[in-house]
């Protein structure tokens, strides 16, 4: 039979697995990424590292650039 602290130590042990866990497959998900719908309700997610993606990012900055210009002129 373990000693009580063990049995403590061992759970805690467990929960602090589990949380560093979570947290790597959460900063795996919240990596940057563009989504594009098509007509039909077709989409397609585009990683920031892949050439598309890349691309996309680029032309989505400009177009946030573009956005604040107009809107500052008013």
Known sequence: M??????????????????????????VARRPFARLYYAGGRSADHAQDSTA?????????????VAGSKKGAR
Not at 5 to 10: A, G, S, T, Y
Request: proline share 3%.
């Open 53 to 65: 993606g890349a691309e996309l990012f680029v032309v989505a900055g400009r177009l946030i650039e």
């Open 2 to 27: 373990q000693k009580p602290h063990r049995i403590l130590l061992d759970r805690v042990s467990a929960y602090a697995d589990e949380a560093a866990a979570f947290m790597r497959r959460r900063r």
